[in-house]
């Protein structure tokens, strides 16, 4: 088992470690030594915890229903596994997907066969990153978990829709773990400071120190006392009587908040629509966020590029001609410039967008003519319409009567262009924002003059 802590912790007193284990607690990681040993121990998570949830009756009643634990890091998915299996006499073993194949799972599910035919005892299965394990892998699971051989418990950063199996989801539970509030984090910082099974009073946080280590644990237990536990490391060695961790401390210990962000998972999903989505609803700020996340996380600006030229077609179109020209300029840059340059021309472009006007008339229309197409209203092409440039295309009737727009002064004259099924059709319907106020003032008047209406 990995020794790596999730983060559920609670203020309540500590029980005694038991004497076997004082040696390895006293040089494991600060993490693993404050890692919660019961339920009441356990902070965050509310939604799984609360009396009657899913998750506290999983670990309080004993029930024997395989569960996938969902979530950021750092937010007790190992610590839930950890309370799962200590739940009456189970047996608990752990795997890593990284590390683990189809051999290692054969080799569990045959010990749990002999110890439930002669121990009578369950195991409960741990699989850490199950993720990552590929369907011929998560095939081999799916006999155990349905005749209940192993108790699976298996964790994952990732969204299980997306990483794990159909039959396998539709065998367990799934429960979704939060990222930890900043209160959460606040409180086990301190009580870490605190703890004999931590710090032990050895060294005091101050205030604006805590705040800095909260704001970089971005949710993330695991990170917030990997922090604590280096800026300690780096004032209690000044052999100082009164160690203080600072500001100065914890920026010495780390120099960078960790983005949470998966190119292959769902955050990369989840980043990109909250993006997209700000931008639609004209909020620069946190559409930049959303940018700045994911240049920070090493997404391909190639991919973002792309994304624009999209959005200022779909969901700006004619508002802002000049939106998708400002798209396609930062994918020039993007291409011929390069990281970090390029970032200026993708905050630019992602700028324009958020603050033009917007409009979908034109996928609207253009999603509105491909269905009618695809559901058959594919008329004949009118005869002055079709290509008369070969010998015989007169004596088939093709452009004859075709009426050339440039030789009336107006440019514009009756004239039938869609099939005889389509006459009258209107697929693109302007709005009256941005510049499409002025397209939607003369557009009634063309359709009437090639319609041949009367005005």
Known sequence: MSTEADGLFELGEPEAAPAED??????????????????DEVVGQG???????????????????????YGPPGTGKTTMARLLAGVGSRHFVALSALSSGVKELRAVIDDARRRRDHLGQQTVLFIDEVHRFSKTQQDALLGAVEDRLVLLVAATTENPSFSVVSPLLSRSLVL???SLTDDDVRALLRRAVTDP??????VSLAPDAEDALVRLAGGDARRAL???EA???????????????????????????????????????????AFIKSIRGSDPDAALHYLARMLVAGED??????RLMVHASEDIGLADPTALQAAVAAAQVVQLVGLPECRLALAQATVHLATAPKSNAVITGIDEAMAEVRAGAAGAVPPHLRDGHYAGAQKLGNAVGYRYPHGDPDGVLAQ?????????????????RGAERALAERLPRLRRVVRGERP
């Open 226 to 228: 990997t922090a604590l």
């Open 231 to 273: 800026a300690a490391d780096g004032v209690t060695g000044t052999g100082a009587p009164d160690a203080v961790i600072d500001v100065a401390a914890v920026e010495r210990a780390v120099t960078e908040a960790t983005v949470r962000y998966d190119r292959q998972g769902d955050q990369h999903y989840d980043v990109i629509s």
């Open 416 to 432: 039938q262009y869609p099939p005889d099924g389509l006459v009258g059709r209107d697929y693109y319907r302007p709005t009256t």
């Open 47 to 69: 939604h799984l915890l609360r009396p009657g949830a899913p998750l506290r009756r999983l670990v309080e009643g004993g029930a024997a229903a395989s569960v996938l634990l």
């Open 197 to 202: 099974r931590g710090l032990g009073d050895s």
């Open 301 to 306: 600006p190639r991919f973002i590029a792309r």
């Open 176 to 178: 979704q773990l939060q």
């Open 22 to 39: 004082a040696g390895a607690r006293a040089t494991a990681p600060l993490a693993v030594r404050m890692r919660p040993r019961t339920l």
